[in-house]
């Protein structure tokens, strides 16, 4: 390998940053059940928690805390509308990929 190229990546691996970040991404999803929320939400536009909870088999609490941590993530968003919550993906370079990989 060239040097030149050598260099140009070390130079990519230094932007710590997005690293780190991408790490937690994929930690975040490494998780069976956060999975296949992620996989029902690439594949529908948007779902309720009591709809993700009986499609994947948990309850509503354990979907609604792990919708919490996927929203800390950054990597799905929320609306309400009376008493339902809805989420849907939100676009990343991991959620392409997650899209690629599963569908």
């Given at each position: 390998?060239?040097?030149?190229?050598?260099?140009?990546?070390?130079?990519?691996?230094?932007?710590?940053?997005?690293?780190?970040?991408?790490?937690?991404?994929?930690?975040?999803?490494?998780?069976?059940?956060?999975?296949?929320?992620?996989?029902?939400?690439?594949?529908?536009?948007?779902?309720?928690?009591?709809?993700?909870?009986?499609?994947v088999g948990v309850s509503v609490s354990a979907v609604s805390h792990t919708l919490a941590k996927l929203k800390q993530a950054d990597l799905v968003q929320s609306r309400r509308r009376f008493r339902n919550v809805y989420y849907r993906i939100k676009p990343s370079p991991l959620i392409k990929f997650l899209q690629q990989r599963l569908l």
């Open positions: 390998m060239q040097m030149r190229k050598k260099q140009q990546i070390k130079k990519e691996l230094e932007n710590k940053e997005a690293l780190i970040k991408c790490a937690a991404e994929f930690n975040m999803i490494g998780d069976p059940t956060r999975l296949k929320i992620c996989y029902l939400l690439c594949r529908h536009q948007e779902l309720s928690v009591s709809q993700i909870a009986e499609i």
